[in-house]
């Protein structure tokens, strides 16, 4: 229940920019039914003008022509008022969704790395896009139930105060039944959602493993779990749509019956002469238009349903604070200006990652600007974790990072990130052309610039044998390009960026033994006049390096200049003699 209610605070505070839209389209609802009690006046008096008083048609003829008018003009209100409605759940849709995405920006990419990549598109895309119908038609229609009846009780009670009380007793028990049945409903939509989540995990994870499935003949079992999940979900709409035609059906019988009531009521009234026929036609023709906004409430019900799963999701992403250094970004810039090099004084940093996965631990190293470091050490030791603090990524949960004396903390993220140029182990290329994925990192660089740091990284031989060369198109993830070609990619990219800062996370680990070679000559130039931290797989880039930091643990266990490191029979001794004997 407390669940339920702070869902529904959510759902309440998202709409406060659109409430204009929502009035007006509530504005026109009323307007339309104030249009409508006019037409059944109209329509009542011709007909007791044409049955009565045997009036002509040349008599009915104004009556008429304000009918059609009236009926025109309550057309053109609904129109508008539904385009209201309609654009206030776009705008919703539009802003929560800029929100949810500006905020897992702001959580940082090592945040989002582990989430489940299916769970967070599927509440991005079809869980967003449930809130439309909540705002677009159910909080429309919620208002329209509570003041158009009342409208219609109104104009039917001076004309007919029987009927009119009939319509106020019976109009409790179609609120009173889809309150019964709102736990069920609930409970129903929220076991929906939960199958759409994990039906949106598996089907991603299957894409992204569809190579690994088809090597191992795994297609056929993973099929079978994707058809379960679907089952599931098949089920569970079916059980939501269930409870919505119950509720339909229940409001429909007690609406239907309260109609009859008053039908009867009138019919004996004229027949015992206690009513006119006008009266008695108002109130009739008025009955079903009394519970008509009650019963579309109620067949709207599944919307809010949606709506309020989908937010308990949503506000509980939006709660999860981002650490103190992983901010949003401020405005792109599109300059690329040389950068001098940095000096790097790490104290005492600590980060500890959750459920025991890692981290560094009163890690402290100075590093001389223009120095090459390399950090060393077996897989889980720390390096990475590094890294993503020395971008930003990550806040040191103790100790401090200093640059060229600043703190990084206090440095403005755009402009730290803007002197850095990152090379991963498995770089990111983006669905586009060649030319696109390098001038990201400075946009406004020439043919000649690119000419250049292609020639430097051994792109240039990848270039002459790609049929539209620098205009080639790739696809999503580099998809056309071998590993170690988009591994050079990603080095142009780095040495175009003209960064201060060059931070290296194993990049030619993944690569045979010449691909490696190649990138270890473009890393040779990356490297003039920048500081570099370099996480090394192959200890024969420590040997390059002006210091090298053998890391256990998120510890430095042992640091110095490779010649002195190599002869001290320490760690970094012993791990170049497994390297040799491997």
């Given amino acids: 229940m407390a669940q339920t209610q702070q869902a529904q605070v959510w759902l309440d505070a998202a709409a406060s920019n659109v409430r204009r839209r929502l009035r007006l389209a509530l504005a026109a609802a009323i307007t339309g039914t104030v249009l409508l009690c006019l037409q059944a006046a109209l329509l009542a008096w011709a007909l007791q003008q044409a049955i009565f008083e045997q009036a002509g048609v040349q008599e009915l003829v104004p009556a008429l022509a304000a009918y059609l008018l009236l009926a025109g003009l309550r057309f053109l209100l609904a129109v ?9 759940g776009q705008e919703v849709v539009a802003t929560t969704r800029k929100r949810i995405l500006d905020h897992m920006r702001r959580l940082g990419p090592v945040w989002l790395t582990h989430q489940s990549g299916g769970a967070r598109i599927t509440q991005v895309v079809d869980g967003i896009d449930a809130l439309a119908p909540y705002y677009a038609r159910y909080l429309p229609q919620k208002a329209a139930s509570a003041l158009l009846p009342l409208v219609i009780v109104a104009t039917v009670f001076p004309f007919d105060w029987v009927s009119a009380t009939v319509m106020l ?46 090597l191992f003949g795994a297609g056929q079992v993973r099929r079978k779990h994707l058809a379960r999940a679907s ?113 790097l004084d790490l104290k005492a940093v600590r980060y500890r990652h959750e459920a025991d996965r890692g ?35 990550l806040a040191p949960q103790a100790g401090s990072i200093r640059v060229d004396g600043a703190d990084l903390s206090t440095l403005d993220p755009a402009a730290w990130r803007r002197r850095l140029a990152w090379v991963p182990q498995r770089p990111h290329l983006f669905a586009g052309t060649l030319r696109d994925n390098v001038l990201m990192a400075c946009p ?54 003209d960064a201060s800062l060059v931070l290296l996370d194993e990049p030619t680990q993944q690569l045979d033994a010449g691909s490696a070679a190649t990138i270890q000559r473009g890393l040779t130039t990356l490297r003039r006049d920048r500081t570099v931290i370099e996480a090394a797989h192959r200890l024969a880039r420590a040997l390059q390096a002006d210091l090298v930091v053998v890391m256990e643990r998120g510890r430095i ?25 491997a």
Avoid: N
């Fill in 557 to 581: 266990v042992e640091s110095g200049t490779p010649e002195v490191l190599m002869h001290a029979g320490g760690a970094f001794q012993h791990l170049l003699e497994a390297e040799a004997a």
């Fill in 169 to 214: 007793v019976s109009a409790p028990l179609v609120p009173l039944f889809m309150v019964l049945l709102g736990d069920a409903a609930e409970r129903a939509s929220q076991r929906r959602w939960l199958s759409l989540t994990r039906l949106g995990e598996q089907f991603f994870d299957s894409l992204r493993g569809l190579v690994t499935l088809r």
């Fill in 231 to 343: 089952d599931a979900y098949r089920r569970e709409t079916m059980a939501v749509l269930r409870m919505a035609f119950l509720s339909s059906l229940v409001l429909e019988f007690f609406a239907t019956v309260s109609i009859a009531v008053v039908a009867v009521l009138v019919g004996f009234r004229l027949l015992w002469g206690d009513l006119d026929f006008f009266r008695g036609m108002y109130a009739l023709l008025l009955a079903p238009e009394f519970f008509l906004p009650l019963r579309a409430l109620g067949a709207l019900r599944h919307a809010r349903m949606d709506a309020l799963s989908v937010a308990t999701d949503l506000d509980s992403l939006l709660s999860q604070a981002p650490g103190p250094s992983v901010q949003a970004a401020g405005p792109r810039s599109e300059s690329c200006m040389t950068h001098a090099a940095v000096a």
């Fill in 359 to 393: 981290g560094v631990l009163d890690f402290s190293l100075s590093v001389p600007a223009g120095a090459h470091v390399v950090l060393v050490g077996a897989s889980g030791s720390g390096k990475s974790t590094l890294l993503q603090l020395l971008l930003g990524f």
């Fill in 444 to 497: 406004q660089a020439d043919d000649a610039q690119l000419e250049r740091v292609a020639a430097q990284v051994g792109l240039d031989s990848v270039l002459q044998a790609l049929p539209a060369g620098w205009d080639t198109r790739l696809g999503e993830y580099g998809h056309g390009l071998s590993g170690g070609q988009a591994q050079r990619v990603a080095l142009a990219r780095a040495l175009l960026r």
């Fill in 80 to 88: 508008r008022g539904r385009r209201a409605s309609f654009e206030a």
